[in-house]
C-alpha cells in the first residue's frame, strides 16, 4: 500500500518502475499470509491478480486528490485486491479477509516504519534528529518477507492454540458449573469400567453423590482420583451427552485463563 513509501528518504530518488515493484511484493506478502492464516482455499495465481491490481495504487504519484479522496481510493483498492484473491462468498467471510489484510499491512508497515526511526534518526532527550541514513529498497526486500514471515508463523500457533480454547457448563451432583476448558491431547484417563473420559476442573466442590475412584497411571507415578458421574454437559452451548466424568483437582491448571481440562474426544 502507498504508505509504506514513506519510510524512503527524502534525498532518495523514486522510480515509478521500483515503486511498483516494491508495492507489487508488498501486496503479494500481504495477501499470502491471509491466505495462510486463514488457510483460504485459492490459487498462487489470484493472488498474484490481487498483488497487481494494489500495485495500481502507483497511479496516486500522478494525480492530485485531497485526503478524502485517496482515502476512498484506498478502501476501494482494498476491496478489489480482496476480491479477486478470495473471491465473496458471505458477508463474514468477506470482512474476515479485509480485517486480517489491514493487521498484515499494519504490522509490516510499522515495523519498516520502526527499523527506519532506528537507523534514520539520533535521539538527543526527547529530540530527534535526522542522521542522513535510511533503509533503501533492499533492505526492504529483505527484511518485508522475514517481518511476514514470522507474523504469519506466530498467528497461526496463537490461532491453533485458543482454538482449542471451549466454553463449559457442566451439572454435575445438582450443581451447575460454567468455566473456561482447553482441550488437551494427552488428557487420554478413562473410568476402566465403563470407558468414560474424564474432565479435570481446579474448583473444589463438595458434591453429595455417589463417586467412584479411578486409578491412573503416568510415567513417573500411579495412584487413583475421586471421580463424579456428570448429569450434562455443553461445549459451546451444545449438548455433547452425559457419559463423562468430572474430577475436582486443587492445583492450579498452568494454562492462561482455563478452569478445566478437557479429553481429546470431546474436540470431535
Known amino acids: 500500500m502507498l504508505f509504506f513509501y514513506n519510510i524512503f528518504g527524502d534525498a532518495m530518488k523514486i522510480y515509478v518502475d521500483l515503486v511498483l515493484f516494491i508495492n507489487f511484493a508488498f501486496d503479494f506478502l500481504l495477501l ?31 494525480i492530485e ?27 463474514k467471510y468477506f ?12 504490522v509490516l508497515g510499522g515495523f519498516l516504519y520502526f527499523l527506519n526511526i532506528e537507523f534514520s534518526y539520533k535521539q538527543e532527550g526527547l529530540v530527534f534528529f535526522h542522521k542522513g541514513l535510511s533503509i533503501n529498497f533492499i533492505f526492504l526486500i529483505i527484511f518485508s518477507p522475514i517481518i511476514i514471515y514470522i507474523y504469519v508463523k506466530q498467528g497461526l500457533r496463537l490461532k491453533n492454540n485458543y482454538s482449542k480454547y471451549h466454553k463449559v457448563k457442566v451439572k454435575v451432583g445438582g450443581k451447575r458449573i460454567e468455566c473456561v476448558g482447553y482441550v488437551d491431547t494427552g488428557n487420554k484417563v478413562v473410568d ?71 479429553p481429546e474426544i470431546m474436540e470431535e
Open 32 to 62: 499470502l499470509s491471509v491466505s495462510i492464516l486463514l488457510r483460504r482455499k485459492t490459487s498462487i495465481n489470484k493472488i498474484l491478480f490481487g498483488a497487481f491490481l494494489g500495485s495500481l495504487s502507483v497511479l496516486l504519484l500522478f
Open 192 to 262: 476402566p469400567y465403563f470407558n468414560r473420559s474424564i474432565i479435570f476442573m481446579n474448583k473444589h466442590l463438595e458434591l453429595n453423590g455417589n463417586f467412584i475412584m479411578v486409578p491412573y497411571q503416568t510415567i513417573d507415578k500411579g495412584g487413583v482420583i475421586k471421580c463424579y458421574k456428570v448429569d450434562s454437559v455443553k461445549i459451546d452451548n451444545k449438548e455433547v451427552g452425559n457419559n463423562y466424568l468430572v474430577s475436582f483437582i486443587n492445583q492450579k491448571i498452568g494454562i492462561d485463563g482455563v478452569d478445566c481440562i478437557l
Open 95 to 106: 470482512l474476515k479477509n479485509i480485517g486480517y489484510f489491514y493487521m498484515s499491512s499494519i
Open 65 to 91: 486528490i485531497n485526503s478524502i479522496e485517496l482515502f476512498c481510493f484506498k478502501i476501494v483498492i482494498s476491496v478489489l485486491m480482496i476480491l479477486a484473491s478470495f473471491g465473496f462468498k458471505s458477508i
